[in-house]
């Protein structure tokens, strides 16, 4: 039952990954949404730049071990991204991708305000 958890968790995390990515997609003339989107872009940035664990990654390497499994150690990007799809990256450069597409993800935001703002403006 647990290696099923483990990979729900999983699942769970890489959903939360787009989610996070491409929720600005989603989110034009959705206000909640856009606070939610918003508040997932920040706990982004600071469960990358931070010492801190992703609570997804702490269920998946719990479940892991409950299965029997030897659960990966360090974070969810750099175990899966790094080993599979940039095997010869530095884990910092990973990070910093991270944060980066946060980062622009807010740019979008601020752009969107400005723009709405400048529309209430000139009314």
């Known amino acids: 039952m647990f290696r099923y958890l483990a990979a729900a968790a999983l699942l769970l995390h890489l959903l939360w990954i787009l989610w996070v990515i491409a929720g600005a997609l989603f989110t034009r003339g959705r206000p909640l949404l856009t606070i939610f989107h918003i508040a997932s872009l920040i706990w982004g940035v600071i469960?990358?730049?931070?010492p801190w664990s992703?609570?997804?990654?702490?269920?998946?390497?719990?479940?892991?071990?409950?299965?029997?499994?030897?659960p990966y150690r360090?974070?969810?990007?750099?175990?899966?991204?790094?080993?599979?799809?940039?095997?010869?990256i530095p884990a910092l450069w990973l990070v910093c991708s991270g944060i980066a597409v946060c980062v622009a993800n807010l740019?979008?935001?601020?752009?969107?305000?400005?723009?709405w703002y400048g529309k209430r403006r000139s009314r």
């Open 47 to 50: 469960v990358e730049a931070g």
């Open 54 to 70: 992703c609570p997804l990654t702490l269920a998946e390497q719990f479940c892991e071990t409950r299965a029997g499994v030897d």
């Open 74 to 88: 360090g974070g969810f990007l750099l175990h899966y991204l790094d080993a599979t799809v940039y095997p010869d």
């Open 107 to 115: 740019a979008v935001y601020l752009w969107r305000t400005r723009k």
